[in-house]
């Protein structure tokens, strides 16, 4: 039962509340003037943090095959293999991958050496088939089902000649396939084509088998051959593959490495690089979205990568890829292929791809694209090197069919390819038609072939030094040319606003600087470099660049023996609504952060000091910054009494 409160109680209630509440209020007052007399530092303004994020580092694969699916496989009684290919692995000198299609879940390779010719020791190998059709995706004609199965064969001999068959689930056999295990020294062989075009709606891309026996004759000791793209001519449409792989008995004889071009997205773009994906099975060591089409590997001492760039997906991550596939498989040359080539006065062109063939010390960039044949050699900044140990030659190959040759003319003589001979000291590349006349040969020289200069690591870190154009705002770090064989790589780390981090490396004695481009004038910069020794230890140095460009112009007004106010000028117009935060610092700690904006969003351009020290001279330092962190700073002094 509740109980009436009488007016006696209700005025007790009231003193009680009214004490309550100047306790309270004096608890308040005491608490604030004790932190008054405590200083207690700031927080920071909250920037953004360089991660730890190292993309030289080998990542674990665990992507799925693109032909993953849960449908089971195709299992009729209908005993046929077709459209066999080989196909290099990672590792030419141990082994080799097979692609082929059927219409059954009971077939198997069997492999041996060429003089067992009844397989009477041959080894039988079973791969993993996965069930693939498209009916509705493609604008050509369908993929009718069947099973795709990717055979990877191990354990090889290196430097050995094999012979292969497919068991068609009856133990009735395709004909044999040959192919040889590098590892027999420094010595590679290969012949380049590119932009054959297989078509269904006519024949003649065939003249391409021609330009290979005449390839065959010149060099009997071709290892594998190697495309550029546009292979077919629709490669959403099945009858084109089905015309390569019908017209290509060189298939018989050696692998083959190919990469999209446009072409093979014709008719399949809504379905990215699937169709191709399902007709070879290439190394599955490329990034998320283009394993087993974007690849490498490595053939004696030559490092091959193929890189799908009509695919427009997963760039940056691309590119962070072939940096960390070339620093990982050192060897004596690098060679990539993509279809369009990209270097500088061509419509594809990518500076990224440009840069990076430039920073990783690629030897010769192979494409195709325009039928038409182009030879740049010792590329470096848009223009040829005078240094022979700097520089990335292109090759424009041209058409290896009968598309753009003018019409009545020989098709043997506009079908061309480029027989390529890697020795220990140089690579020789020699334009061959399919009548198997030498039309040109051109010439690299290794540029991987000078010693290690010793040097301490000291002495290595000590010959950085930077250099600031202000003229074309430049900023230049320069060393040693003896990194060269001491640094693995050395880590470029922006300390300030996008802490933005980028990793050099060294493949010949020529790499002894490093551009910064497009400094803002009005800015301040820092780079941390740290370089990675071949010892395993590391060292850095860190630089900082000062504009002095920007006037804050702090100024102290009403200064007590504890206390003043700080006022500063407003920001320029081209930063007064960037402009984020001021952090101030008082001999080198910090005292005071103030934002830019107060709550109605007006510009502040004043803060009081407090806890200051009597008759102390102090260094003012206030650090402004934007979105995107740090920007710039200013400075000056003034003394309590």
């Known amino acids: 039962m509740y109980k009436t409160l009488n007016s006696l109680d209700k005025k007790i209630l009231r003193l009680l509340l009214l004490l309550f509440l100047l ?21 920071p303004v909250e920037t953004k943090q360089p991660d730890n994020f190292n993309h030289l580092v080998d990542v674990v694969d665990v992507d799925k095959d693109q032909l993953e699916t849960d449908e089971p496989l195709l299992d009729l009684d209908e005993f046929d293999v077709k459209n066999i290919v080989t196909s290099p692995a990672q590792d030419t000198s141990t082994m080799v991958n097979i692609n082929y299609i059927t219409k059954n879940a009971r077939t198997s390779v069997e492999y041996t050496k060429p003089d ?20 509705e995706l493609v604008d050509g004609e369908i993929f009718e089902k069947r099973n795709v199965c990717r055979v990877t064969v191990d354990s090889l001999t290196p430097n050995t000649k094999y012979m292969y068959r497919v068991n068609k689930g009856n133990d009735t056999y395709s004909d044999p396939y040959y192919f040889t295990t590098s590892g027999g020294g420094d010595t590679t062989s290969f012949l380049f084509m590119s932009d054959n075009h297989y078509y269904h709606g006519f024949d003649g891309a065939e003249v391409n088998e021609d330009l290979i026996k005449k390839a065959l004759e010149i060099q009997p000791d071709l290892d594998f051959y190697f495309t550029t793209g546009d292979w077919v001519d629709r490669g959403g449409h099945s009858g084109d593959w089905e015309k390569f792989f019908q ?55 030559t490092l091959f990568i193929q890189i799908d760039t009509q695919f ?17 498989n050192p060897t004596k040359y690098v060679i990539v292929g993509t279809h369009p080539p990209f270097n500088l006065n061509n419509t594809d062109h990518d500076e990224g791809l440009v840069k990076a063939m430039e920073k990783m010390g690629v030897d010769l960039v192979l494409s195709g694209h325009y039928h038409s044949h182009r030879y740049q050699a010792n590329q470096w900044g848009g ?124 493949p010949t004695p020529s790499y002894t600087q490093y551009v910064i481009n497009d400094i803002d004038p009005d800015l301040d910069y820092s780079y941390t470099l740290t370089l990675y020794f071949e010892d395993g230890t590391n060292l850095s140095k860190t630089f900082t660049l ?33 402009i984020k935060a001021y ?59």
């Not at 306790?23 to 004790?34: A, D, E, M, R, Y």
């Not at 691309?318 to 070339?326: A, C, G, K, T, V």
């Not at 007004?557 to 920001?571: K, Q, V």
């Not at 700690?589 to 109605?600: G, P």
């Open 23 to 43: 306790i309270g209020t004096s608890f308040s007052l005491i608490s604030c003037n004790k932190n008054e007399d405590k200083f207690i530092p700031p927080t």
């Open 116 to 135: 067992d010719i009844d397989f009477a020791n041959g080894t039988k190998v079973t791969g993993k088939c996965y069930p693939f059709e498209e009916t």
């Open 247 to 301: 017209k290509a008995e060189s298939l018989k004889y050696m692998p083959f490495a190919g990469v999209p071009g446009n072409h093979e997205y014709y008719d399949a773009e809504r379905i990215g690089n699937k169709i191709f994906a399902a007709q070879f099975n290439y190394p599955r060591n490329g990034v998320d979205g283009f394993k087993g089409v974007s690849y490498y590997f490595v053939h004696n001492d």
């Open 312 to 328: 427009k997906y997963n760039h940056v991550a691309q590119l962070q890829w072939l940096e960390r596939i070339i620093h990982n």
């Open 383 to 506: 223009k040829a090197s005078s240094d022979p140990y700097l520089g990335v030659t292109y090759l424009n190959g041209t058409f290896s069919g009968i598309k753009g040759k003018p019409e009545g003319a020989d098709p043997k003589e506009y079908a061309r390819g480029y027989i390529i001979d890697i020795t220990d000291e140089k690579i020789t590349i020699r334009l061959i038609n399919a009548n198997g006349i030498i039309s040109n040969t051109f010439t690299i020289n290794n540029k991987r072939t000078l010693e290690k200069e010793e040097a301490s690591n000291q002495e290595l870190l000590d010959s950085i030094v930077d250099n600031f154009d202000s003229e074309n705002a430049t900023l230049t770090f320069s060393w040693s040319n003896k990194f060269h064989r001491n640094v693995k790589y050395m880590k470029v780390q922006a300390n300030y606003r996008h802490v933005e981090s980028d990793y050099l490396f060294f």
């Open 546 to 578: 000062e504009s002095n460009a920007v006037d804050v112009n702090p100024q102290l007004s009403e200064i007590t023996s504890t206390s003043a106010t700080l006022s500063i000028d407003l920001p320029p117009d081209r930063y007064r609504f960037f």
């Open 583 to 641: 952090e101030v610092y008082l001999n080198g700690e910090l005292r005071a952060v103030f934002n830019a904006l107060d709550n109605d969003f007006k510009l502040v351009t004043s803060t009081v000091l407090t806890h200051l020290t009597e008759n102390t001279e102090y260094e003012l330092i206030i650090k402004v910054y934007g979105r995107d962190g740090y920007m710039y700073h200013d400075k000056t002094t003034f003394t309590t009494p």
